[in-house]
């Protein structure tokens, strides 16, 4: 899955539709498709189980960026510019998956999915009644123009996310196929049913390639009615939503308008949520969820703190190398320096003992490699064993810790590495014996708040004779830096989802290490890594897609491509009491759009 399938919502088009061939035959059709095992939902389900379907219409909910602190597009599909939040609202796309199960998607756009028995194609039939903001029919042949200048002209990671799709086919007003180039890919299907669908016509006479300001034509739940740039961005429900009542949709989408204020500044924006100027947080920062609202709201009832549990993989959040850079090519250096970060202190004096450690890159799922390896792994990987570190095959990977040693001791291990790797101290610099070399890097953040964090682990670094500068930069200039791999080390997560397939490619691959703009922020380039991706993306079920991807975690975890740091299993929220939800949150993902405003309970928070 992807960018979060972060660019799930991403899709950008283009240009001809390919008919070569004759049309693909008719197969079974189904109104969902799971990747392993079958739909939780039947063909005549009425709604998610976690929806209250008689949820209420109406109301506003107020939201904050800190994230990016600015925009400037309203074009989320291409790599210039950085994107307003919340455009995904805008957009339909052919499937749209259920937070309650690891991987299905049912369709939207789509009436229908039917995949060949060998796995060669999927055929969409569209629904009929599917319509644009414009009232324009959503036909197969703008889907087809979409996939099309997706792969394109759009952002670059969609090339290596759609590699295995050879053309797309229109055999009729409402009905398009996808072929593929290998038939053993099982999550294609499910991929392609993530293309939102753009209208042909609208771009017809617009560069898809710039960035814009004007509000785009869509499909999806809302549209944008309000914008000023960098700073606030409204959307509004739309009255004639031609979805509104499909038993995906059914109550969801229940806020009348939602907005979006930006903030350059987290304090400022914590400030604002109690001052009541929006209405709901994700809290990431565990000293104020600790600390910041000791206010009487809060004992009041009006301003509510939940830590709602879920069971959606965390990821990698830590400090990554950049491995082009010629300091950070020999992984003993890179594991040596991992030494110097202490996650016990930094823990428990900044984060009030809140978090766990990460080990894995598929952290807070069943996908993560734990202990010894199993005999399905080693199954897995002793084909490579002439190219892997021994440590692969025979140890269980743990970063350094200083629950059960001192920091001390770990800088002396790191410093033995480091001499084995041809690196002294000299003159208290640290300096490679042949070449003269200092170990000098930046460590680039974009956040002020993650200082703190910072500052200590570049300290520890100088015990070493380490000479780490920390450099915060603006949004913008942070995401170009990334996009241009120019950078040495930076904090960054590495998101994942439960069937992890074709968007590994674009975090690991060598092809993804010489592509701007890819998540391959490492500069992994590896053929076991490569092949170890293939087979992910070409498990043929549940248990195989676990063991190959425990493998290929292994793999990263003895690389030392970025140094750990943490994760929590909760979503922690704080928000005004104004709102009603249904009594359980899916366990895969916080729907707020499950939510609605509740008049009663919004007139008290109002006269407060």
């Not at 937070?99 to 229908?112: I, K, M, N």
């Not at 004992?299 to 400090?319: K, S, V, Y």
């Not at 780490?468 to 080390?489: E, G, I, K, W």
Request: charge should be negative; include cysteine; charged fraction near 25%.
């Amino acid at each position: 899955m992807s960018r979060s399938c972060v660019l799930q919502w991403g899709i950008a088009m283009g240009i001809a539709i390919a008919l070569a061939g004759p049309a693909a035959p008719v197969v079974a059709a189904e109104h969902a498709l799971a990747l392993h095992g079958e739909p939780k939902y039947g063909p005549d389900f009425e709604h998610f189980d976690y929806v209250n379907p008689q949820a209420p219409k109406g109301g506003t909910l107020k939201l904050a960026n800190v994230a990016a602190s600015t925009f400037d597009s309203l074009h989320p599909f291409i790599l210039r510019g950085t994107p307003v939040q919340g455009i995904g609202l805008v957009y339909d796309t052919l499937t749209e998956r259920s937070l309650d199960e690891p991987f299905t998607e049912y369709g939207l756009v789509a009436r229908t999915i039917a995949v060949a028995p060998d796995n060669s194609h999927v055929r969409f039939t569209l629904r009929e009644q599917a319509r644009f903001h414009d009232g324009e029919p959503i036909t197969a042949d703008d889907v087809a123009w979409t996939f099309r200048r997706l792969r394109d002209d759009g952002h670059p990671q969609y090339r290596a996310y759609y590699r295995d799709v050879e053309r797309v086919e229109v055999v009729g007003p409402h009905e398009v196929v996808f072929h593929f180039a290998t038939t053993g890919n099982a999550e294609l299907p499910l991929i392609i049913g993530q293309l939102p669908v753009l209208p042909r016509h609208y771009w017809a006479e617009r560069d898809f390639t710039a960035t814009t300001l004007e509000p785009p034509l869509g499909s999806g739940p809302y549209r944008i009615v309000e914008v000023d740039q960098g700073r606030r961005v409204v959307y509004e429900r739309v009255d004639d939503y031609w979805a509104a009542d499909l038993p995906l949709k059914r109550g969801r989408h229940n806020v009348n308008r939602i907005s979006y204020d930006y903030y350059r500044d987290g304090t400022v924006a914590v400030q604002a949520l109690k001052a009541g100027e929006y209405h709901l947080r994700q809290e990431n920062v565990a000293r104020n969820w600790a600390t910041a609202y000791d206010v009487p709201a809060v004992d009041a009832g009006l301003l509510r703190l939940e830590a709602i549990p879920h069971d959606r993989p965390a990821g990698m959040q830590g400090f990554f190398y950049n491995t082009r850079r010629e300091i950070f090519t020999d992984p003993r250096v890179r594991e040596a320096l991992a030494y110097a970060f202490d996650f016990e202190w930094t823990n428990q004096n900044l984060f009030y003992g809140a978090y766990e450690r990460t080990r894995s890159y598929y952290e807070n799922s069943e996908l993560a490699a734990t202990g010894l390896p199993s005999d399905a792994e080693l199954e897995i990987l002793e084909p490579y064993r002439d190219q892997l570190p021994e440590r692969v095959f025979t140890q269980a990977y743990a970063p350094p810790d200083t629950a059960d040693s001192t920091l001390r001791g770990n800088l002396r291990r790191a410093l033995t590495l480091l001499r084995e790797a041809g690196w002294t101290v000299q003159d208290g610099v640290l300096t490679h014996t042949e070449s003269g070399r200092e170990m000098a890097f930046e460590i680039l953040l974009v956040s002020p708040a993650f200082e703190r964090v910072v500052l200590p682990f570049a300290r520890n670094l100088e015990r070493l004779g380490v000479q780490a500068s920390v450099r915060t930069v603006d949004p913008t200039q942070y995401q170009n830096r990334l996009d241009n791999f120019d950078f040495d080390l930076t904090v960054h997560v590495a998101p994942q989802s439960l069937s992890p397939g074709n968007e590994q490619r674009d975090f690991w691959s060598c092809e993804s290490a010489d592509t701007g703009g890819s998540r391959n922020l490492a500069g992994v380039c590896d053929p076991v890594v490569d092949e170890l991706v293939d087979r992910i993306i070409d498990a043929p079920d549940r248990n195989a897609l676990i063991n190959r991807t425990r493998a290929l975690d292994r793999v990263l975890q003895w690389g030392f491509y970025a140094i750990p740091n943490w994760y929590i299993d909760r979503f922690r929220v704080v928000y005004w009491d104004r709102f009603g939800r249904p009594p359980e949150n899916p366990p895969y993902g916080l729907a707020t759009d499950t939510w609605w405003v509740d008049p009663d309970k919004a007139r008290r928070v109002d006269n407060r």
